[in-house]
């Protein structure tokens, strides 16, 4: 009603809110005190826990430092290995370089070797084919004794005589080879013409059969080598029924063709 009193219960009501509020706010301050005593216990630590964290941090600190220790060895080895590395590199590059060098110089004295050696041969070849040439018309008398002051001249005509070829000229004769002792020296004879020399060789074997000495071709010492070399296979082939001479530096059969030895 306008002007008069509220009623009771109203009052009452406002009474009791009024109440409430202030209990409510009480209640939220507790509850705040109380959180921040709580957090504020939690960050305090105790004696124990505060000792077992300062010592968990100067293990850590310890490692850290042990960690960075390592990573800084680690990186010198590493400088140290690259630097080795690189020298190394280089070395191995430059005596790859060295060696490629080695290689073509070999290659070009292997070249030159072999062209030498293959001249050599053509001019030894060449110089037994003039030796063989100076001797073309050569003869040796092979164990015929040796008598003091013999004519060597004479010996040589009475060789021939025996042999068939009386007529033919000789140019000159002398005793040939080195002194051994029990050993006569060998007569070599030069005749004047190459067919007397041919016949010479023809009949020599079968009209000295009853004499101590024989006849034989003057070769040269490569001729000499390559007819001693084939000298078995020849003496078989004899017996076979096949024979063969040995002029022109080669064994050669009956119509001048090489023979080819097995």
């Known amino acids: 009603m306008p002007g008069g009193k509220q009623p009771a219960s109203a009052s009452k009501s406002r009474t009791s809110q009024q109440a409430t509020q202030q209990k409510l706010t009480s209640l939220t301050s507790s509850l705040t005190t109380r959180q921040r005593s709580r957090k504020e216990t939690t960050e305090q630590p105790g004696p124990e826990e505060g000792t077992g964290d300062s010592l968990n941090e100067s293990l850590l600190s310890d490692l850290d430092s042990a960690i960075n220790t390592i990573n800084l060895e680690l990186q010198k080895i590493r400088g140290d290995f690259s630097r080795i590395i690189d020298e190394h590199s280089k070395a191995i590059n430059e005596l790859k370089a060295h060696n490629a060098s080695l290689e073509g110089k070999l290659e070009r004295l292997e070249a030159r070797m072999s062209e030498i050696e293959k001249t050599s041969s053509d001019q030894a070849q060449d110089i037994n084919k003039q030796e063989r040439f100076s001797r073309r018309n050569n003869i040796r008398v092979v164990g015929l004794n040796t008598e003091r002051g013999e004519d060597c ?34 007569l070599l004879v030069k005749l004047t013409y190459y067919q007397d020399k041919v016949s010479v060789m023809k009949n020599a074997r079968r009209a000295l059969e009853q004499e101590r000495y024989y006849v034989m071709d003057d070769l040269t010492k490569i001729d000499l080598k390559e007819k001693r070399r084939w000298s078995r296979q020849v003496n078989d082939l004899f017996h076979q029924g096949t024979k063969l001479r040995f002029y022109g530096g080669c064994w050669r059969q009956s119509n001048g063709r090489e023979y080819v030895f097995n």
């Open 153 to 186: 001249i004479q010996l040589a005509k009475g060789i021939l005589d025996k042999i068939g070829v009386a007529d033919c000229k000789i140019e000159r004769a002398h005793r040939d080879g080195r002194s051994v002792e029990g050993r006569d020296r060998h």
